[in-house]
């Protein structure tokens, strides 16, 4: 069983920044791959970003590129999202995921 808790989401101006984190309890962390997912109001769960055990391999979408970045920590047992120039259309519940497993998801709200 894996618990995933993430943190971070708030309500930030265009063009701001936010980090969030999820913290992974439960199993050996440091072996999967995690993702961050976001859903927006009315809209399908999209992946935004996934990041390899090693931190070496990471996808973005490319709605995304160049503005966010996934990070992880394996000693924290602990991944990242760090998101600058914030868009509106960044708004959206954003949810850490590893294999079958979901957090409860962090709101993020971008006012114009």
């Known amino acids: 069983q894996v618990q995933l808790v993430e943190s971070g989401g708030r309500l930030v101006q265009a063009g701001g920044s936010l980090r969030l984190s999820c913290a992974a309890s439960g199993r050996i962390f440091g072996y999967y791959t995690m993702a961050w997912f976001r859903q927006a109001p009315g809209k399908e769960r999209e992946v935004v970003a996934t990041?390899?055990?090693?931190?070496?391999?990471?996808y973005y979408v490319d709605s995304v590129k160049g503005r966010f970045t996934i990070s992880r920590d394996n000693a924290k047992n602990t991944v990242y999202l760090q998101m600058n120039s914030l868009k509106p259309e960044d708004t959206a519940v954003y949810y850490c995921?590893?294999?079958?497993?979901w957090g409860q998801g962090t709101q993020v709200t971008v006012s114009s």
């Open positions: 990041i390899d055990w090693s931190g070496g391999s990471t």
């Open positions: 995921r590893t294999g079958t497993y």
